[in-house]
């Protein structure tokens, strides 16, 4: 399928290194983070997510840190893999009623054998 | 992907035309969302529904109508007035419409006007 990673920007790292994806986020209310996988061709796939009341939320091989004084996230991904090469897209939101996440423009990730 | 689904996985359509875009999901989520998507760039939203018989415009709605007949439905139609439709098309869905609610995507529709 068409990539959607043309003119992303673009992180490569070798089979077995550890990742760090970086985000900015817009909104100092945004009080949910979200990040998602999207491989080439397909629709993206939900990762992990993190609330503003935490700093650090594990998952399995990912790692989500959270710094709201700056406004920053970021995904860790340990023993980076083959088939961890994807656009990785970080989103916010805002809890209590409706609002919609609002989606960052990607990390492509590349991981070489 | 889940339980959402998408038809067709590629669709040609001629300057012009109408074309609706197949969304189904099995999850009994109550909201439902369409994307555009287009290359080197995040996803922009469309339309947005939270309920059945109802439906919001989400950021870049203009060219674009949608229907929400039953729960686990919510077609996307791009109709002629959609200057640039060339596009990867994504639709959501989630629990509620709470937008900490994790969103599910399908497999998406690429939409092609020749």
């Known amino acids: 399928g068409e990539s959607v990673g043309l003119h992303l920007p673009t992180l490569s790292v070798q089979e077995g290194d550890n990742s760090i994806i970086n985000c900015a986020y817009s909104n100092s209310a945004s009080d949910y983070f979200i990040w998602y996988k999207q491989e080439s061709g397909k629709g993206p796939q939900f990762i992990i997510d993190i609330r503003s009341n935490m700093d650090k939320r594990q998952g399995q091989r990912v790692t989500v840190l959270l710094n709201k004084t700056v406004k920053h996230l970021s995904l860790q991904i340990a023993a980076t893999q083959p088939g961890d090469s994807a656009v990785y897209f970080c989103a916010e939101a805002i809890s209590g009623g409706y609002s919609t996440l609002t989606f960052g423009k990607g990390t492509m990730l590349l991981v070489s054998p | 992907d889940g339980g959402i689904t998408q038809s067709p996985k590629y669709l040609f359509r001629k300057e012009g035309q109408n074309v609706t875009l197949s969304c189904e999901q099995n999850l009994n989520h109550d909201a439902m969302y369409w994307y555009r998507q287009d290359p080197g760039q995040g996803l922009r939203l469309i339309y947005y529904?939270?309920?059945?018989?109802?439906?919001q415009k989400g950021d870049i709605a203009e060219g674009y109508s949608v229907s929400r007949e039953k729960k686990e439905s919510f077609p996307l139609t791009v109709t002629s007035a959609q200057k640039n439709p060339t596009a990867f098309y994504l639709c959501?869905?989630?629990?509620?419409?709470?937008?900490?609610?994790?969103?599910?995507f399908g497999p998406g529709t690429r939409l092609t006007v020749l």
């Open positions: 529904s939270q309920i059945v018989n109802d439906f």
């Open positions: 959501a869905s989630s629990t509620t419409g709470d937008g900490t609610d994790t969103q599910y």
